[in-house]
């Protein structure tokens, strides 16, 4: 039977995927309520009354994403958590499908860190919730090494965020030129290096 | 004595300047050939005279960056060639200086990046020049390579790549959180073990 509940959550499901289409092929800017609202078959008023404003859908749309990718990484631990080196390459395969759509979610996450560029509001919306994912993939990093046995000589932050900033960086190549960057490639050659290079046996 | 040639090099260079501050303000599709044009100080005719499009005053800075840091890169080279790390560090606090303010540098490189991905053309027209840029540091690192009698193990257009994609990742992190991550700080501490870890004495 379908309850309000899940009938709303059913809202905000195609009210998200919509937007996620509008977006890539307007941009953030270019993309109104309306744009989204006609995309997913939906009056203002169901928007509205699920986002206060188009920022929040889009930080409600990374938040789905994180929360899927780090259910997905979880889900590999109990297996894998004493083989840093494969869990780290699963992971990053994981990275490259957790969003739908590789050029859709690289345009709207890059367009939306643009737009808190210029705006400390959105600024501040985004890194906390960017914090938060960064501090749950710290934790992983974290149990991983201890259950292990490995010592890291640099902090495990900072390790996640240059992951972060790899793949970010290399998304961009691979999308601008996917014959000669097939997506991941930089991170699955290079980040193992970096992995090797800081961990050591306790 | 001012030439017509020496006249209309500064006029393109002050172009360039206005329109650098013109697209941090109001976004590369924000900004119109008018507001550039004000803001340098000229006529939508100077503009016309210097560049065919916005899309080519764009490749035009990226052109004038590139240059500016691949001179600098060079004038290291005859004291620091046969010392890769060192060299590399140098390089790394070039990237960061290349250009005049880090912020507006992003923003106009980021936006064209997803404008290139939502039009061929100008995809092409970037993709050739960032195709240049990595071809000739490719050949510094082939040159600094072959002078410290080292080899890796990976192309060295690759590791020019990495080191793209972390640069340009991390920038993103430095701009959102400038206290949290200090501009260069992801490429200081992880490009030189990389590094090490791809090379060996030949």
Redesign the interface.
């Known amino acids: 039977m379908e309850t309000p509940k899940r009938r709303r959550s059913a809202t905000r499901a195609r009210l998200l995927e919509g937007a996620l289409e509008v977006f890539a092929e307007r941009?953030f800017?270019?993309a109104s309520v309306e744009d989204i609202c006609d995309r997913a078959g939906f009056t203002r008023g169901a928007f509205y009354s699920n986002f206060a404003s188009k920022d929040e859908l889009v930080l409600a749309l990374f938040q789905a994403t994180t929360d899927r990718l780090l259910e997905q990484i979880a889900a590999l631990l109990p297996d894998l958590a004493n083989q840093p080196g494969t869990l780290l390459d699963a992971v990053l395969g994981l990275l490259d499908e957790a969003a739908p759509d590789q050029?859709q979610w690289?345009?709207i996450s890059?367009?939306f860190?643009?737009h808190?560029?210029?705006h400390p509001e959105a600024?501040a919306a985004?890194?906390l919730q960017?914090a938060m994912f960064r501090d749950q993939l710290t934790r992983l990093v974290e149990e991983i090494t201890r259950a292990s046995g490995l010592q890291m000589s640099?902090p495990p932050q900072?390790f996640v965020?240059?992951v972060?900033?790899?793949?970010?960086?290399?998304r961009?190549?691979s999308?601008?030129?996917p014959d000669l960057?097939p997506a991941g490639s930089?991170e699955h050659?290079?980040l193992p290096?970096?992995l090797?290079?800081?961990s050591s046996r306790t």
């Open positions: 941009g800017h270019g050029r690289h345009l890059t367009e860190t643009l808190a560029l210029r600024a985004l890194n960017r640099v900072q965020r240059l972060i900033a790899v793949h970010e960086g290399a961009a190549q999308l601008l030129e960057v930089l050659t290079f290096l970096v090797d290079a800081v």
